[in-house]
Every structure is written in C-alpha cells, then in structure tokens.
C-alpha cells in the first residue's frame, strides 16, 4: 500500500482539524463486523429467497460466514479467506455492485484478523492457500490485451526513428510477436523465447529506458508468468497445484527464518514474485514483504569529510571594465573557501554551501587627462542551498554579499607636464569625493560576477552529479527493471545517508538492519548480500566463457558487462577475453592434455553471495558444462561451483584469499538443508569436484586472491587527501566498509 508524501498528509490533517471534518475511517478491531454483516444482510435480501438466492447463498458460502462473523476476533483465518476467495473467482455475476460491496468488506475485515494474528509467517502461508483464482481465459485475455497494447505503443513510438528493424531485431521480436494471437501454443519452447527476448529488454542498452521499452517490458514478464498457468488451467484443477505451490513456499519460508541462506532467499522471493503475477494471496505477500523490506544498502558521508575533500577558488582572471567613465584595465585575483553544512531532512538531502573569500585587484583607470592606478580588496560571501533526491538534484538561487575597499596609489596626468600639477591635484580631490560611490559600484559589480560564476560552479557540478547518477545508477536499474521501491535520502546537521532496499517484485531484500559503523568513519558503504544477490541477474545471465584450442586464451562470451571487462583486464590471470595460459613452469604435476571447455552462466541466478565471519562465499551456478566431450555427447547441465574467501585488509586494499577446496552441488541444492542427492549426481558431483580443484591446485580457472585496489581521489583533483580504511567487517549477511579522510 503506498502512502502520502508525510508532509502533503500532514496538510491535510491540519485542514481537517481547522475545518472541523470528520474523517471516516475503517475499524481496525478485527471484533467491529457491522459493515461487513451490513453489506451482506444487504446481498441476502437482495437475492431473494428463491432457489437462485440460494443457489448464490451455498456457493459464496454464506452460512459458513456468519458463522465466523459470530466468532468476531476469534474468527478463523484459514476460512474466512476461502469464503473471500469464492467472491474472488471471477464467475459471471460477481462484479455487480452489491457482490463487490461485500467482497471489499470481507477483504478488509481479513486483513485486520492477518493483522492481529499471532499467527508465525510460514503458517500464515498454509492458512491463506485458499486465496487463489484459476487462471480462466477469461482472466487472461486482459493480460494478453495489455502486451498488444504495450507493444503498439513501442513500435509506434520506435517507427519515428530509422532504427525500427534494428530494435526489434535486438528486441527478438519475431519470438514475442506469435503471443499476439489468441492461439499460441503456450509450452516449454515458446515460454523459453518469451524468457529470451525478456533478457534483450533487460540489458543495459541505452534507450530502453524509455517509458515504451520499460512498459513493454512490464507487460511481457507479466504475461510469460500467466500464459503458464493458464496452459495449466486447461487440463487441471490448479487450485490443488497453488497449495501445493504454496507448500514448498511455506517450508522454504521457514528456512529462512530459521537460517537464511541465498538458496532460501532467491526461492523464496522467485515464489513471491509468482504469487504477485497471478494477483493471488496480498494479504500473505504483503506479511512477507512488510517483513523483508528493509534497506540493503546504506551509505553515510559526514559532512566534516565533504569540507575536507571541497577544492578551494584560486584564480587570476584580467580586469576589462568601465568605471564613471572610467577605462579600467587590470588583473584580479579571487581566492575562496567552500564550506558545507547540512540540514536536518527526513525525505531529501539538504545541503547549505557557502562560499567566502576575497578579491585583490591591481588595475589601471584611464579618464582623460589622468591615469589611476588602484589597489581594491573585497571580501565577500555566497549562499546556495541543495536539494537532493531521487528525483531530481536542485539549488537555491544564489545569496551574495561583498563589501569593497579601493586604495588609490597613484593619480598621474597623461600627455606631457602642461599643467600637470594642478589637473593632478583636481583628480586627487575628485577620487577622494568618489570613493564611496566607486567601492559601491565595485562591490555591486562583483557580487554580479560572483553570484553568476557561483551559480555556474555549483550547476555544473550539480548537474555533472545528476548526469552520473543518471547514467551510473538510476538508468541502468531503470533499463533492468530494478528500480528500488525505497530509495530514501537524508540529512542530518553532521552527515547524508542514502538508503536503498533493492529488489524486485521477485527478490526479497532483509530483515535486519546495517551492524553498527565505526564512529571514526567518514564515509561508510553497507551491503546486504541480498542487494548484490538481486543485482546479479541482471549482469550475469547468459554469460558464459570459452576455450577452444589450448594456444589461446579462455574468452568471456555474451552480453559482458563493462566492468567485467575492466575487472578481467586488471587482474593478473585475466586478460581482456578471459584466462589467460598458465605459466608450465608452475607446474608441480605432469601437463595434462588440454580439453576444450565450455560454460554457461544460469540466466535465473547466475551467482550469488554470502557475508559470514569474514569470508566471501561464492556460488557460480552453470547452465551448461561441456569440457571435452564429443559432439554427440551430452554437456552437464545445472550444476553450481561454491568457494570461500576469506575478507582481509593490507594497508588500505581489501584482500580476498582463496580458502579450501571448492565444492560442487547440483543447482538448487541447498548444503545447509539439504542432504540427498541421486547417485547420478553424487558421481557427477564426484568427478566435477576433483578437476575443478586439480585445475584450481594449478593456478588455473578460479584465482587463489583477488585484490580491490584503496580508494582514490581523481587524478585531477588538487586535494592532497587520501582514504584510509578504517574498518572492513563481513558477517551476518552484511559487508561494511569504512574509509577516513586524511
């Protein structure tokens, strides 16, 4: 449920006091029943006491009802969400106005009994299983609808342009377009190429952002989700199917609780992200997600750090101006300290900068006959204030003040000695008698210059800021569709925080919050490992990796990201493709003779992560492995590689070593709770293990460490500061980074 903005709420609240309004309101004492018993007396008596009354009576279950409605409070979860769930099943009839009038009374009265339960999450899940509405063609063909809809508009919208063959070429149009028709066959296949041309959206190509991609996007995900069970719902009862769905949710769900793992979270978030689709069960979505809804990333900057890192105005610029007809020539220099001061803020960021320093000019005034030189100094101050959230970066208009003082060193006459004394004398008088107003004018006119110069400073970054949260951030989450629902900045008088809960209707984020920071710490970054977990996907999927002959070099192969890219050029056994050959000399064992290898990335979570006593577990999970095999023979597939990393400090780089063995499980499978495996995959398992770490032994595949370079400022900075890491802790799901500014 989306609430108003706090401030429009508190508007209105105060108008509602000043006015007198009453406000209703809905009770939230799951004993209050009148509107609920109003409504359907109201039903009862208008259906009628015929067979067809009660015909309607037997299927919405209406004894069974006011049974419940008679046990008020102690009503029974389990069947009062049956009883909603006939309201819900979509039969001819049920939109009238006096069904729908009972139907939102028995959903709100439901969700106040879910609120006073005290009833634990996973036996929340068994007690709703009945809130589930098969998915009829008849509920399907608005879903069908909405992807025409939605794929008129983009081809419109990409038709302007002379790209609309490329587009849809990269968009594999030619997969999506066949759903378009009310027959479609809707199997294995076609929902894999819905999957596949869902990916081509996902990716971070510039323009998909546009409202017509993202939109598209919406609707296909949501269509591939409900052309399944409505395929199913034509050969089978997909009520029994859901409870049984809702099972395997349940157990996982107390997993979680119990001991989180990522298995458990990517479960049990892909079995929430199924539940919302179909528009079944909110009450019980909306319990999980209330819980595992809090950030998974929070940044801190102290505003001291800010001051320190904030380039002071140094600058000499020539002086061309004209002066009570005065010609004046010179140079000027501006010197200036920023300082930063925050406010307290609980929605935005708000960031006061003030700029204060002085002027020197040495010019020249040339008024016929005379020639003045003049030394001015002017001190003056700025004011701007910053507004910063996810919508927009703003500022305040610009407050300047300056205050002039001139020193008149010399007033010479020009063009010979005729004279010279007294016309000097006359000069000397008449800058005396003009000082005032010249230090007026002057002091006016550098409170103009400094109030647009100090707009520009400050938009430009502003904007340069916006710029690259737009590119590096928002844009690319945007084009993933992994915009978070909570991205909250704010400010207090001694630092600015950003928290984010990222995930999608699919992911769950966490139920804890950030260990506590270093209080020496002047800029902290704290990860979930649900946050990267979610991120994951969207960079990963599909990527795989490939050597073919044993002279060159492994190569990355897919949509690769740039950062891998730059990550596998950096390190030392990556080049810019993938592995690079291993040095024979290395070797403790005999060459073995080299095979051809082959691996794919799983598009639904290709890695994942976990932060617990300090140490990084990674789990790369792989579609496809094919290591020298024949043509004809089968590669592996679904098999997942899991190694462990210990998290350590040297100077200020963070260090990841390589501890142990890795270990090899079949997709899904979960260590911590699970503990059979077939004996197919225990021999599979077996055989991958031992190669996997013979290769690992030799310094192939897999690094024994990987280094993240300390933190730097840009080269072109002219701060002499530098980052020291303060604290580095990974535990409990949380990796927590802490630099000081020195």
Same mark, same amino acid.
């Given at each position: ?39 359907? *007396? ?74 006073? $339960? ?9 007690? #709703? ?93 949501? +269509? ?17 199917? +859901?409870?049984? +769905? ?140 910053? +507004? ?29 000695? !005729? ?16 000082? $005032? ?22 938009? $430009? ?11 590096? /951030? ?14 909250? !900045? ?44 979610? !991120? ?22 897919? *949509? ?64 496809? /492995?094919?290591?020298? #095999? ?9 098999? *997942?590689?899991?190694?462990? !990393? ?41 055989? /991958? ?23 730097? #400022? ?7 500061? $530098? ?20």
């Amino acid at each position: 449920m989306r609430h108003p903005p706090p401030n429009s709420f508190a508007l209105l609240l105060a108008l509602g006091l000043v006015l007198g309004w009453s406000v209703p309101s809905r009770a939230d004492d799951p004993g209050d029943i009148k509107g609920l018993q109003t409504t359907l *007396d109201e039903l009862d008596a208008w259906i009628g006491p015929e067979t067809k009354g009660d015909r309607w009576r037997a299927y919405l279950r209406s004894n069974i009802l006011r049974q419940q409605l008679a046990l008020g409070a102690d009503a029974d979860l389990a069947t009062v969400a049956e009883v909603l769930q006939q309201y819900r099943s979509g039969i001819a009839g049920l939109e009238m106005r006096r069904f729908a009038a009972v139907r939102e009374e028995l959903d709100q009265w439901l969700s106040v009994l879910v609120a006073n $339960s005290d009833q634990d999450l996973p036996t929340l899940v068994w007690t #709703l299983r009945g809130q589930h509405s098969p998915m009829s063609d008849e509920r399907f063909a608005p879903v069908r609808q909405e992807l025409r809809d939605r794929a008129d508009e983009l081809q419109q919208v990409i038709a302007r342009s002379n790209t609309a063959e490329r587009w849809k070429e990269h968009l594999r149009w030619d997969l999506i377009e066949p759903h378009f028709q009310d027959d479609v066959a809707i199997n294995r296949q076609s929902l894999q190429d819905l999957e596949s041309a869902l990916r081509r959206f996902r990716a971070n190509q510039p323009g998909l952002e546009m409202s017509a991609f993202v939109q598209t996007a919406r609707a296909l995900e949501r +269509y591939r989700e409900l052309a399944f069970w409505n395929a199913l719902s034509q050969s089978r009862d997909t009520s029994a199917f +859901y409870e049984s +769905y809702l099972k395997g949710l349940q157990e996982q769900l107390r997993r979680h609780l119990e001991d989180p793992t990522v298995e458990t979270a990517r479960k049990v978030g892909k079995s929430l992200g199924r539940i919302e689709h179909q528009g079944q069960s909110p009450l019980l979505l909306a319990s999980i997600r209330d819980r595992f809804s809090r950030p998974n990333v929070v940044a801190e900057v102290s505003v001291a750090a800010l001051n320190d890192l904030a380039e002071p105005i140094s600058r000499s610029q020539p002086v061309r101006d004209c002066v009570l007809g005065a010609t004046v020539r010179g140079t000027a220099l501006t010197d200036g300290e920023v300082t930063l001061t925050a406010a307290e803020s609980p929605d935005h960021i708000r960031l006061h900068i003030q700029l204060a320093g002085h002027i020197t000019t040495n010019t020249v005034g040339y008024k016929k006959p005379v020639r003045v030189r003049t030394t001015g100094h002017t001190n003056y101050t700025a004011f701007k204030t910053l +507004y910063i959230n996810d919508d927009r970066f703003h500022a305040s208009e610009a407050h300047v003040s300056a205050k002039a003082r001139n020193h008149t060193r010399s007033v010479r006459k020009t063009g010979g000695n !005729f004279g010279r004394k007294l016309i000097e004398k006359i000069a000397w008088k008449k800058v005396r008698q003009k000082k $005032s107003q010249t230090e007026r004018i002057t002091a006016g006119k550098a409170r103009r210059r400094i109030s647009k110069e100090f707009d520009e400073r400050v938009i $430009s970054a502003l904007t340069r800021g916006r710029v690259q949260y737009e590119d590096k /951030l928002r844009l690319p989450m945007v084009r993933r569709g992994l915009v978070p629902e909570k991205m909250q !900045f704010t400010s207090t008088a001694g630092q600015l925080t950003a928290h984010v809960s990222l995930a999608t209707g699919s992911q769950l984020s966490t139920d804890s919050d950030p260990p506590s920071k270093d209080t020496q710490n002047d800029v902290t970054v704290q990860i979930h490992e649900t946050a990267v977990n979610n !991120f994951l996907p969207f960079v990963l999927a599909g990527v795989g990796m490939k050597q073919d002959t044993e002279d060159e070099p492994a190569r990355l192969e897919g *949509d690769i990201p740039p950062w891998l890219k730059e990550f596998a050029a950096k390190n030392k056994r990556l080049d810019s493709s993938g592995l690079t050959k291993v040095d024979p000399t290395q070797d403790s064992e005999p060459k073995e003779e080299f095979k051809p290898f082959e691996l794919t990335f799983n598009t639904d979570q290709p890695a994942s992560i976990s932060f617990d006593e300090n140490r990084l577990k990674v789990r790369l999970r792989f579609a496809v /492995l094919k290591a020298g #095999l024949d043509e004809e023979e089968k590669p592996l597939e679904n098999w *997942d590689f899991l190694m462990t !990393f210990h998290v350590a400090r040297r100077g200020n780089e963070i260090v990841l070593t390589r501890e142990g063995e890795i270990e090899v499980f079949p997709t899904g499978f979960d260590p911590r709770w699970d503990t059979k495996m077939t004996g197919q995959q225990v021999s599979y398992r077996n055989n /991958l293990a031992k190669n996997i770490n013979r290769k690992a032994a030799r310094g192939e595949g897999i690094p024994s460490e990987i280094v993240i370079p300390e933190l730097k #400022l840009s080269e072109d900075s002219q701060i002499q500061r $530098s980052f020291d890491l303060q604290q580095l802790e990974c535990d409990d799901g949380w990796l927590t980074v802490g630099y000081r500014v020195l």
